[in-house]
């Protein structure tokens, strides 16, 4: 049985093959072929919104796909953009919010948004990035968390952002040894822990990165070989990584300084 960091490692050796070979799937193939025919013609939010396929390409591409039913909340995310340091997506605690914005400016760039590479190329490959995720969490969540916490983690600047996302969290509880038991606890507490326990700096560098994603691999092996755990609950209930509204409007508010 091929373990959690072998399989990480036979994917990450040679990730430009393993992307081009999901991109080749049929599904993927087609839904991508879609979305760079139809997003450059896209000129307001109304109709990117109207566009259901556009719109889930858009938000499975950066890992939030399971908050695609809460419209309201993403239009005013993108409504607000990210210039003003008062914008919804700045005062968010997970990063992924504003790099959806990024990749789809429309607050800054109006009708010229999505002609941007990165708001086509860009997407593209944000998406087949979070593909090859889920495939390889077909197999074994554990790959799947690492190739998330690899790509993700050198945008973490506070314990919040760990907290905020529980695909981060999970990985670095893991790595940490912490018990599970610790993700009830206190938010300040745990932020202030995390912080302490990491140089969050250390994960830009691509040779700490790795090393503390090897530590996880090797301790996810350990602590979910039982048949009887279910590791995809860290993902929710759809494709995508699991995000708690309330828990991210909650830490939202702590990072604003209110309660």
């Given at each position: 049985?091929?373990?959690?960091?072998?399989s990480?490692?036979?994917?990450?050796?040679?990730?430009?093959?393993?992307?081009?070979?999901?991109?080749?799937?049929?599904?993927?193939?087609?839904?991508?072929?879609?979305?760079?025919?139809?997003?450059?013609?896209?000129?307001?939010?109304?109709?990117?919104?109207?566009?259901?396929r556009?719109?889930?390409?858009?938000?499975?591409?950066?890992?939030i796909?399971?908050?695609a039913y809460?419209k309201?909340?993403?239009?005013k995310?993108?409504?607000?953009?990210?210039?003003?340091?008062?914008a919804?997506?700045?005062?968010?605690?997970?990063?992924?919010?504003?790099?959806?914005?990024?990749s789809?400016?429309?607050?800054?760039?109006?009708?010229?948004?999505?002609?941007?590479?990165?708001?086509?190329?860009?997407?593209?490959?944000?998406?087949?990035?979070?593909?090859?995720?889920?495939?390889?969490?077909?197999?074994?969540?554990?790959?799947r968390?690492?190739?998330?916490?690899e790509?993700?983690?050198?945008l973490?600047?506070?314990?919040?952002?760990?907290?905020?996302d529980e695909?981060?969290?999970?990985?670095?509880?893991?790595?940490l040894?912490l018990?599970?038991?610790?993700?009830a606890?206190?938010?300040?507490?745990?932020?202030?822990?995390?912080?302490?326990?990491i140089?969050?700096?250390?994960?830009?560098?691509?040779v700490?990165?790795?090393?503390?994603?090897?530590r996880?691999?090797?301790?996810w092996e350990?602590?979910?070989?039982?048949d009887?755990?279910?590791?995809?609950?860290?993902f929710g209930?759809?494709?995508?990584?699991?995000?708690s509204?309330?828990l991210?409007?909650?830490?939202?508010?702590?990072?604003?300084?209110?309660?």
């Amino acid at each position: 049985m091929t373990t959690t960091y072998t399989s990480y490692k036979l994917i990450t050796a040679d990730i430009t093959s393993s992307l081009e070979r999901v991109s080749e799937q049929p599904v993927v193939a087609r839904e991508t072929e879609y979305y760079l025919s139809r997003i450059g013609s896209i000129k307001t939010l109304d109709e990117f919104f109207a566009d259901s396929r556009l719109y889930d390409y858009a938000m499975k591409a950066h890992g939030i796909e399971d908050m695609a039913y809460a419209k309201a909340f993403m239009r005013k995310v993108l409504t607000e953009g990210i210039d003003s340091e008062d914008a919804f997506a700045n005062k968010l605690a997970d990063s992924r919010y504003k790099a959806l914005v990024e990749s789809l400016n429309f607050a800054r760039h109006g009708d010229t948004a999505t002609s941007f590479e990165r708001a086509q190329k860009g997407v593209v490959d944000k998406y087949t990035h979070q593909t090859l995720e889920q495939n390889a969490g077909e197999e074994n969540t554990g790959v799947r968390l690492a190739l998330y916490f690899e790509r993700m983690a050198p945008l973490i600047t506070s314990g919040y952002e760990i907290i905020a996302d529980e695909a981060l969290a999970q990985v670095v509880r893991t790595a940490l040894q912490l018990p599970e038991e610790f993700a009830a606890a206190d938010v300040d507490r745990q932020a202030e822990a995390y912080e302490e326990a990491i140089d969050l700096k250390d994960f830009q560098d691509p040779v700490k990165l790795a090393a503390f994603v090897d530590r996880f691999t090797a301790l996810w092996e350990i602590n979910n070989s039982s048949d009887s755990y279910d590791p995809l609950a860290v993902f929710g209930s759809s494709s995508g990584y699991g995000i708690s509204p309330d828990l991210l409007l909650s830490i939202n508010n702590l990072k604003l300084g209110g309660r």
